[in-house]
Structure formats: structure tokens, C-alpha cells
């Protein structure tokens, strides 16, 4: 790779952030020996070890940390300042990559991406499927999608969703041996199908609420995954009972293949929002992809909020 301070320094942005030489060798299109010669050479310049080096990972030394908060903010002003100059283009272009859960693909993005895509064939859009908490800055992503109660201050929010709620569902075979739940502490006495949160590690606790009283219980059962939709395939096989989005769970109802239950139980969550930095100035096909995807109807549930720019 070319030796000069500009593309040394972009270098180790990328090896500090990934902290793996192999994973920021990928982002800048070189091989990680590559990589790791120019911050050899970027470390013997300076007169300091930037990385701390082990066969597992790669991660900044105290000096590191502090050019890489010194300098990082820097390049992201010059990439947004290089972004916006698309809109001298005729027309916006450019890649945009966002951050998002699997079930979310389905219910907002696949909707919208034929004809945005139709309408700017000069806009690449990437979708990073990641069903944990991830720092988009960090990550170098423009945007992420959550839940509206999830959002830090500090992020401009744009709602994409109406408001949902969980259903808890199993196979109509599963039901022939066992009565159906009334409440959810008769969880207990089924099979159910956890889910493993990948930000925390631990499991899902199922959670209810009705005439204002708010529960949450932990299930047991033979199976857990890290991802809803094969909670949702799990449930399909009668494997147990499975707490996944209504919006997953509504065809598969109406075909016969679930049934739902403790329904008067589940409570709505505060619908999908886009989230981005609010001192990240947008680029005009970045502007262009929130206004395609913001939700312009009511709330779905009783809890109407009201879109939130933070």
C-alpha cells in the first residue's frame, strides 16, 4: 500500500477500530501483511507502539487511544465533506450502510428498496445484520435501526415503523397435549424457545403487561438462538412456544400454521426508528434514503408517541 502520513494514519483508524488486522485489511482493500507492515513502519516513524499486539487480537495502546481520538473526528469531517459534494452530482450517489436486526429486513427494508433503488441507480445500500447493540460510529456505519426506547440523546431519530408488539405463539400440534397458557407464569410448565441477546449474553426475559402491572419471566426449554427467525422457524416445527414480532408471526396466524396466546398479555413497544449522529452533516443520498423510509402513519398501538428527533 502507498507510504505516506495520510493513508498510515487512515491505516490504523481502521485496524484501531476493527482491532483485528484482518477485518480493516477487508474495509481498505489490502492484504493484512500489508497492513501490518504500514503500521510497523507508521509506529518506528512516530517513536511509539500505537497497537498492542497479541495472536488473538489487536487493540490501541494508551498513545493509540489518544491519536485516534485526536485524529479520527478529523477524517470523518473530510469523508462527509467529500460526501457532500455529490450534490453537485445531477443526481445523489454514493454507499450508504446501516445497521440492523434480521427481522427488520423483511418488515421495512425489502418494502421500500425496489423502488428506491429504481429511483437512484447511483446509490449503493448496504445492510450490516447485526442483532446486537453496536456502536455505528465506532463501526463506521451512517445509520442503525432500534426500538424508539433504545436511543441515546445524542442521535437524531427518525421513526420508519409503526408501534408492534411481541406475540407468543406455537403450533397447533404442540397445543393437542398441553392446555393453553392463561398467564404468563404458566410459561413455566411449557417447552420454550429462548433467545440468547448477543450484547449482553444472556437470555431473553419475556416480557408482559396488563391493567398496568408489568411482568417478566424467564422460560425454559430445549432450544436457543441468537436470531428471532429461527425462533420463528423453531415455533413453525412445534418445537414450543416462541415470543417473536406480530409482524412475523401475522401471516403464518392467518394461515392456521401458529396459534397465538396470551394476547391481552403483550403489551406494544415503541415502533423502529433510524438513528444517526446529530453532528454528522447528511449527504444528499443519505437524505434521500431517510425520507424514503420515513413513516408517515399512526402508531399501530395504543401507546401513540409521536416521532422523536433527539
Not at 487512515?10 to 481498505?28: E, M
Not at 495472536?55 to 478529523?74: F, M, W, Y
Not at 424467564?218 to 416445527?237: C, H, N, Y
Not at 398479555?265 to 423510509?293: C, D, I, K, M, T
Request: aromatic residues 8%; hydrophobic residues 45%.
Amino acid at each position: 500500500m502507498a507510504r505516506n502520513p495520510t493513508s498510515d494514519l487512515q491505516a490504523f483508524l481502521a485496524v484501531a477500530r476493527a482491532r483485528s488486522f484482518t477485518r480493516a485489511a477487508a474495509q481498505l482493500g489490502v492484504t493484512p501483511s500489508a497492513l501490518s507492515h504500514a503500521m510497523k513502519g507508521l509506529e518506528e516513524r512516530l517513536g511509539l507502539r500505537l497497537l498492542s499486539r497479541t495472536t488473538r487480537s489487536v487493540a490501541p495502546t494508551e498513545a493509540g487511544e489518544r491519536l485516534l481520538h485526536a485524529i479520527g473526528p478529523h477524517f470523518e469531517q473530510i469523508e462527509a465533506e467529500i460526501a457532500a459534494l455529490s450534490a453537485f452530482r445531477d443526481r445523489p450517489a454514493g454507499t450508504i450502510r446501516v445497521s440492523c436486526g434480521d427481522s427488520v429486513v423483511g418488515a421495512i427494508f425489502r418494502p421500500m428498496l425496489k423502488s428506491f433503488l429504481a429511483a437512484y441507480p447511483d446509490i449503493t445500500v448496504e445492510l450490516a445484520i447485526d442483532n446486537g447493540f453496536i456502536d455505528i460510529v465506532e463501526q463506521r456505519l451512517d445509520a442503525g435501526v432500534r426500538l424508539g426506547e433504545a436511543l441515546s440523546k445524542d442521535m437524531v431519530a427518525v421513526r420508519i415503523g409503526p408501534d408492534w408488539r411481541f406475540s407468543v405463539v406455537a403450533a397447533p400440534d404442540y397445543f393437542r397435549e398441553r392446555p393453553k397458557p392463561l398467564t404468563p407464569r404458566d410459561l413455566a410448565a411449557h417447552r420454550c424457545i429462548n433467545l440468547r441477546l448477543t450484547t449482553a449474553g444472556g437470555l431473553y426475559a419475556w416480557e408482559f403487561a396488563k391493567d398496568g402491572r408489568e411482568l417478566n419471566v424467564r422460560v425454559e426449554g430445549q432450544l436457543t438462538f441468537s436470531s428471532v427467525l429461527p425462533i420463528l422457524d423453531a415455533a413453525l416445527d412445534g418445537h414450543g412456544l416462541a415470543n417473536v414480532p406480530e409482524f412475523l408471526a401475522r401471516p403464518h396466524i392467518a394461515r392456521g400454521d401458529l396459534v397465538e396466546v396470551l394476547v391481552d398479555w403483550s403489551p406494544y413497544w415503541q415502533g423502529f426508528h433510524l438513528y444517526y449522529p446529530n453532528r454528522r452533516q447528511p449527504s444528499p443520498a443519505f437524505s434521500a434514503f431517510v425520507e424514503a423510509l420515513r413513516y408517515r402513519g399512526e402508531p399501530a398501538g395504543p401507546g401513540d408517541r409521536q416521532e422523536e428527533e433527539r
